[in-house]
């Protein structure tokens, strides 16, 4: 069965550190792949997708990410934190037809 | 545009009650999903709708039933709700060939 995993529960990370925040799936095929920020009490916002082409993907409010076939991974990275990024991120993977699997999500604070 | 909208926000029920959460897209989208998003589970597919006159049983649809009343609502119902369903139900509708999904803002239901 298709799977995804966010090994990282909750990170904290210092305001203008770096962050990665992990995800792997298990798909036998390239599969389509994304990545949901969900603020407290909100619903689930599209921070960016990967169907084809190049691996490195631009989303919105500075994140990127990195599809690596060799390691079933899409990590989400930012160069620089900002307070307001704190919230849950939730990677997702569409399989087939319209089967969504989502990961359990990884909490993020941000110290100021 | 209001994207994806969801009646009511907060919900308590007693045991056995029955209740029917409300979804509504004004995107012209054709398909649509009902997710109960639990601590440390993600999101798990209870429903989904492909298109107006179809629906599907997702990962979870045990104790739920929904209806597509059209392109734009699609309702689900718990018909004797049971303490294991507490939790927040979050919409999403789709179109193709793009494939995100867009997420209303949820309903926290508890059930005593």
């Known amino acids: 069965a298709q799977s995804v995993t966010q090994p990282d529960i909750h990170i904290t990370v210092s305001e203008g550190a770096s962050l990665e925040l992990r995800c792997n799936y298990s798909?036998?095929?390239?599969?389509?792949l994304f990545w949901y920020v969900q603020s407290p009490g909100q619903g689930l916002q599209l921070l960016l997708k990967?169907?084809?082409?190049?691996?490195l993907v631009q989303g919105i409010k500075g994140f990127e990410a990195e599809f690596k076939r060799s390691q079933s991974s899409f990590n989400l990275r930012k160069p620089s934190v900002h307070w307001s990024d704190a919230a849950e991120y939730f990677c997702?993977?569409?399989?087939?037809?319209?089967?969504?699997?989502f990961g359990p999500g990884t909490r993020l604070s941000v110290l100021p | 545009n209001a994207g994806v909208t969801q009646t009511p926000k907060f919900q308590v029920l007693k045991t056995g009650q029955s209740m029917t959460l409300q979804c509504a897209q004004d995107?012209?989208?054709?398909?649509m999903y009902w997710y109960r998003q639990d601590p440390g589970m993600g999101l798990r597919l209870i429903y989904y709708?492909?298109?107006?006159?179809?629906?599907d049983k997702g990962e979870v649809p045990n104790g739920y039933n929904v209806s597509r009343l059209n392109k734009r609502e699609f309702s689900l119902r718990l018909e004797s709700a049971a303490p294991s369903q507490t939790s927040v139900y979050f919409c999403?509708?789709?179109?193709?060939?793009?494939?995100?999904?867009?997420f209303g803002p949820g309903t926290r239901l508890t059930v005593t």
């Open positions: 995107m012209n989208h054709n398909s």
């Open positions: 997702a993977v569409r399989t087939y037809g319209q089967n969504f699997v």
């Open positions: 999403a509708s789709r179109e193709s060939p793009a494939y995100e999904q867009y």
């Open positions: 709708s492909a298109s107006e006159g179809t629906t």
């Open positions: 798909y036998g095929a390239t599969p389509y």
């Open positions: 990967y169907f084809s082409g190049d691996t």
